[in-house]
């Protein structure tokens, strides 16, 4: 039986802490505004060049910490083309209805020959821990899942800019060079800006049978201009920033638009998860996106935010449904309408 009041007390004590945060947050921005606003007044370009390093850095938060694997993998690792390494985590296929041992026996009693790979791409600022419920379910229904940690995120070591800095390109291409390494995809789970990460990587010629994006990101330059609103830049500022960060991206701007590449490329089908309630991208995005995809499908919650769709048992199942093929081709709920805790 529990002490009366302790509910009461803990939940004061996490509205505490999380008041605390948000002070510590809008004090560090005030810094930095005034910062910027010195510097804009005397060099618009080092303006450009600090904005451009606050862009690049990822953020940090115990949602992006969460681990929620089972049990390990096999840890590898590769390189990059820019000399990134990136740490690599694959789980062996344990069943599925179409997975056979390596002479046609059923699976169960010998090594097992997968149905296909699942890649799991994590977003700004997170691992591959994130994306762990994914992992047992997919194994089940017979595919080996790799998951892996981009440049200065996680376990992986510093991007091209340096520790704790990094690009939208640079894990793009992290997810290309695993999958050279680690065969076809039959789809990728991507979440957040992983998503357009991943849609970058395919209009750059990545193979991939399905996505299912979570959460997903569709405007990144919508994302760009909501960052310089905040941090209060100029106009030339903005134009400077948006200078530097072609040249560091290696490429227009524009490519890095998930809609553009809709228009411009071919794409696979898409299965979309969005939750009304995420505060970080909001549900219209992800219902757009759906709409606009040429075989695209939208799975709607409520309740589960921006993160917890990630170990919702219901998201993964309906994931995991998608992207096998070994049953009938019928659509997803298209709602699932339901509260996470």
Same mark, same amino acid.
């Given at each position: 039986m529990g002490v009366p009041g302790s509910k009461k007390s803990t939940t004061v004590r996490a509205d505490r802490r999380r008041a605390a945060r948000r002070r510590k947050a809008a004090l560090r921005l005030a810094v930095v505004r005034a910062r910027l606003a010195v510097l804009q007044a005397v060099s618009p370009r080092r303006a450009a060049r600090l904005a451009l390093d606050l862009w690049c850095t990822p953020p940090d938060g115990a949602g992006r910490r969460r681990d929620d694997?089972?049990?390990?993998?096999? /840890?590898?690792?590769?390189?990059?083309?820019?000399?990134?390494?990136?740490?690599?985590?694959?789980?062996?296929?344990?069943?599925?209805?179409?997975?056979?041992?390596?002479?046609?026996?059923?699976a169960g009693t010998?090594? /097992?020959? +997968?149905v296909g790979v699942v890649y799991l791409a994590h977003g700004w600022g997170g691992w591959r821990g994130q994306l762990?419920?994914?992992?047992?379910?997919?194994?089940?229904?017979g595919y080996r899942v790799v998951a892996f940690d981009a440049p200065s995120h996680g376990d992986s070591g510093p991007g091209s800019l340096g520790r704790r800095r990094s690009t939208m390109p640079e894990l793009a291409d992290a997810l290309a060079t695993v999958v050279r390494s680690h065969? +076809?995809?039959?789809?990728?789970v991507s979440h957040s800006l992983g998503t357009a990460t991943t849609v970058l990587a395919v209009r750059d010629g990545l193979p991939a049978g399905r996505l299912v994006l979570v959460a997903a990101i569709a405007d990144v330059l919508? +994302?760009?201009?909501?960052?310089?609103?905040v941090l209060r830049l100029s106009r030339r500022t903005r134009e400077l920033l948006r200078g530097l960060l072609s040249d560091v991206a290696?490429?227009?701007l524009a490519e890095l638009d998930v809609r553009e590449t809709l228009r411009t490329h071919p794409v696979p089908p898409?299965?979309?998860?969005?939750?009304?309630?995420?505060? +970080?991208?909001?549900?219209?995005?992800?219902?757009?996106?759906?709409?606009?995809w040429p075989e695209g499908e939208l799975l709607t919650t409520d309740g589960l935010g921006h993160h917890r769709l990630l170990r919702d048992?219901?998201?993964v199942r309906a994931v995991v449904d998608y992207v096998t093929p070994l049953r009938p081709d019928t659509p997803v709920e298209p709602d699932l309408a339901r509260r996470g805790a």
């Amino acid at each position: 039986m529990g002490v009366p009041g302790s509910k009461k007390s803990t939940t004061v004590r996490a509205d505490r802490r999380r008041a605390a945060r948000r002070r510590k947050a809008a004090l560090r921005l005030a810094v930095v505004r005034a910062r910027l606003a010195v510097l804009q007044a005397v060099s618009p370009r080092r303006a450009a060049r600090l904005a451009l390093d606050l862009w690049c850095t990822p953020p940090d938060g115990a949602g992006r910490r969460r681990d929620d694997r089972t049990a390990p993998g096999t /840890l590898t690792t590769v390189t990059t083309a820019a000399g990134s390494r990136v740490v690599v985590e694959t789980w062996a296929a344990t069943g599925g209805e179409g997975a056979t041992s390596p002479d046609g026996d059923p699976a169960g009693t010998r090594a /097992l020959t +997968e149905v296909g790979v699942v890649y799991l791409a994590h977003g700004w600022g997170g691992w591959r821990g994130q994306l762990g419920a994914f992992v047992e379910p997919l194994r089940a229904a017979g595919y080996r899942v790799v998951a892996f940690d981009a440049p200065s995120h996680g376990d992986s070591g510093p991007g091209s800019l340096g520790r704790r800095r990094s690009t939208m390109p640079e894990l793009a291409d992290a997810l290309a060079t695993v999958v050279r390494s680690h065969g +076809e995809p039959a789809a990728v789970v991507s979440h957040s800006l992983g998503t357009a990460t991943t849609v970058l990587a395919v209009r750059d010629g990545l193979p991939a049978g399905r996505l299912v994006l979570v959460a997903a990101i569709a405007d990144v330059l919508g +994302e760009l201009d909501g960052f310089a609103d905040v941090l209060r830049l100029s106009r030339r500022t903005r134009e400077l920033l948006r200078g530097l960060l072609s040249d560091v991206a290696g490429r227009p701007l524009a490519e890095l638009d998930v809609r553009e590449t809709l228009r411009t490329h071919p794409v696979p089908p898409a299965l979309v998860v969005h939750d009304r309630a995420d505060k +970080e991208v909001p549900y219209p995005v992800g219902a757009a996106l759906a709409a606009a995809w040429p075989e695209g499908e939208l799975l709607t919650t409520d309740g589960l935010g921006h993160h917890r769709l990630l170990r919702d048992p219901e998201v993964v199942r309906a994931v995991v449904d998608y992207v096998t093929p070994l049953r009938p081709d019928t659509p997803v709920e298209p709602d699932l309408a339901r509260r996470g805790a």
